[in-house]
Structure formats: C-alpha cells, structure tokens
C-alpha cells in the first residue's frame, strides 16, 4: 500500500520561501513519477511540479518556473518541493502525487496515489 505523507507548510510573507516534503513508502519508486499539486479555494487542482523518480528529470508549471524546485532524496524515499519568491497567489493545499509511468503529466486523474495535503499561506 503507498502511502504519501506531506510535511513542511505553513504561513510565510509574499516574498518568503518554504520547503514541503513528501514522505513515500510502501514500494520501490523506481518507476514512477512523482508530482505535486496544489487547490486553491474554489479552483481546480493544479499542476505545479514534477519528477521522474529514476533520472530526476522535471518540469513545472509556468507560474512556479525559476521559483519553485522540485527534487527527491532515494535514501530517504522523500520528494521535496523548494518555494521561493512566494506570492499570495500561491496560496493552495499542495499535494504530493505518486504515478506508475516514467511520463510526468500535468493532469491529476492520472496520478494514482495522493497525500493528504498541506497549506500553505502567503501573506501580502
């Protein structure tokens, strides 16, 4: 059973930066991908970032590009998620997303195993 657990969010200043972490376990990551994604009240799911578990290649959403870094420790079995230069509309739960393909996606339904959520709050 995979379980996806987030750690890390909180209420920063517009401007601040944050690191959330996504705890992985109950199987070897090696063919998945790792994504995470955010819902902001009354929107949809959004893509943001994500990461191939066994090249660590990545991509982002243009909204988070040279802001946001995503990056994922194999000792650990943990994907992190860099928030810099973070700005009130970046206000969201953030999701960690696990999916068996080596292909990144952007679209959440086709992500098999999702974490619980984490908020995260920027302040103007």
């Known amino acids: 059973q995979v379980q996806l657990v987030e750690s890390g969010g909180g209420l920063v200043q517009a401007g601040g930066s944050l690191r959330l972490s996504c705890a992985a376990s109950g199987r070897t990551f090696s063919g998945y991908v790792m994504g995470w994604f955010r819902q902001a009240p009354g929107k949809e799911r959004e893509f943001v970032a994500g990461?191939?578990?066994?090249?660590?290649?990545?991509a982002y959403a243009d909204s988070v590009k040279g802001r946001f870094t995503i990056s994922r420790d194999n000792a650990k079995n943990t994907v992190a998620l860099q928030m810099n230069s973070l700005k009130p509309e970046d206000t969201a739960v953030y999701f960690c997303?696990?999916?068996?393909?080596?292909?990144?996606?952007?679209?959440?339904?086709?992500?098999?195993?999702w974490g619980q959520g984490a908020q995260v709050t920027v302040s103007s």
């Open positions: 997303a696990a999916r068996l393909s080596l292909v990144v996606t952007i679209e959440p339904n086709r992500y098999n195993y």
């Open positions: 990461i191939r578990w066994t090249d660590m290649s990545t």
